[in-house]
């Protein structure tokens, strides 16, 4: 692939554009890049100022919007009656997103399949709502191998905002491009709840590259336990943290039926674990995760159960660096079995269960 060709988005997805899909284009909040970088031959990252709104013959943004619909439906001095498709286009609008504003930040872009017909003459503004959180919720699968690859786990401010998260205005918005009329639209609206103020993000350089993850059994399982993995790393408390990483060993340790915790421990150990002296530590460590006896007449010293069944905060229960060091085993006991199931994302899950019995004999059980 050409530095050229790279460099244009339209000519970088050039084939898929002939084939019927539609290029979009989301802002990254804090992702800086001084370079473009090809994550994979599905994601291409475009850092701050790297393209302009006429590279992509923008014809329709919300500012501009806004003032064209008010224009053609003035009733009178201050009165606008707005009806049929501009109601729907109106709301976009009023977000009040300007020309330029999206591209003086990162971009993010790869494909998407829209009705585009629809698209133009939307049945509601939830239409193009649905439109961006589905673009935002594919680019979220490489933003999430973003996070596990590249991110300090234990310092939030190093991860980016939702994919499509534009923090000037507050909205969610994203670019739109077909190549039959090589126009560009760039709709908004509410959709992220909640982001990520603290910090300066992340910084990546053009070596960044993203391995990919198949459409196989394993691969599905990867996908939801990479968006369970960063939802977890920006929990809003560490109480929170802790019981969503918990909850997450379990769906890595067994994705489709309830195991018992005495089993779940045993399936990551496997992943994680170098000999045996580090597999019988990571069980031991487990029963202060979990449920741990007390002297005789004392209290159950495991976290998860004074947390779940008697309601502490995980603060009240260990001091920080006492903290630093179970979020560091859970993230170690969550991250490395992901990484397997990557590795292993177009196969069954019975490559799983191989690859535990394999690691069972390599460890000396």
């Known amino acids: 692939m050409t530095i050229n060709r790279l460099c244009h988005p339209i000519q970088h997805f050039f084939e898929g554009l002939q084939s019927g899909s539609y290029l979009c284009l989301l802002p990254v909040d804090k992702l800086h890049c001084e370079q473009i970088i090809e994550l994979n031959e599905d994601f291409v990252l475009y850092p701050a100022g790297s393209l302009s709104a006429d590279d992509l013959n923008l014809v329709w ?9 008010c224009g053609r439906n003035t009733v009178s001095e201050g009165l606008v009656s707005v009806s049929g498709d501009d109601l729907h286009w109106i709301k976009s609008a009023a977000t009040g997103i300007d020309r330029d504003e999206l591209f003086s930040g990162a971009l993010i ?3 998407v399949e829209l009705d585009w017909e629809k698209f133009l003459t939307p049945p509601s ?4 709502l649905e439109c961006i959180q589905r673009a935002s919720n594919k680019a979220e699968m490489a933003m999430d191998l973003v996070r596990l690859n590249y991110c300090n786990p234990m310092v939030i401010q190093t991860f980016p905002n939702t994919a499509g998260f534009h923090r000037k205005s507050g909205f969610t918005a994203g670019l739109f491009y077909t190549l039959s009329d090589n126009e560009t639209y760039l709709i908004s609206g509410e959709i992220v709840p909640s982001v990520l103020v603290r910090g300066l ?12 993850v198949y459409d196989g059994e394993v691969g599905l399982i990867a996908r939801h336990a990479l968006r369970l993995y960063s939802n ?13 990483l918990m909850n997450l060993i379990e769906y890595i340790a067994s994705p489709f039926t309830y195991m018992k915790m005495a089993d779940v421990k045993k399936q990551i150990a496997r992943h994680v674990a170098r000999d045996l002296a580090e597999y019988s530590n990571i069980l031991e460590y487990f029963k202060f995760l979990t449920s741990e006896a007390g002297a005789a007449q004392g209290p ?8 779940i069944h008697l309601g502490r905060n995980i603060e009240d229960l260990i001091g920080p660096s006492k903290r630093t060091e179970v979020f560091r085993r859970l993230i170690s006991y969550c991250a490395i079995p992901i990484q397997d199931m990557i590795r292993l994302s177009a196969s069954d899950w019975a490559a799983i269960e191989t690859h535990r019995e394999n690691r069972k004999r390599h460890i000396g059980l």
């Not at 503004?125 to 193009?128: A, Y």
């Not at 993000?201 to 990919?212: H, I, M, N, V, Y």
């Open 300 to 307: 159950n010293n495991g976290l998860r159960h004074n947390i």
């Open 61 to 69: 943004w919300p500012s501009y919007g806004y003032q064209e619909i």
């Open 109 to 111: 872009a790869f494909l």
């Open 125 to 128: 503004h939830e239409f193009h």
């Open 232 to 244: 977890a790393l920006t929990s809003s408390t560490e109480t929170l943290k802790f019981i969503q």
């Open 201 to 212: 993000g992340l910084e990546l350089d053009r070596s960044a590259c993203l391995e990919p």
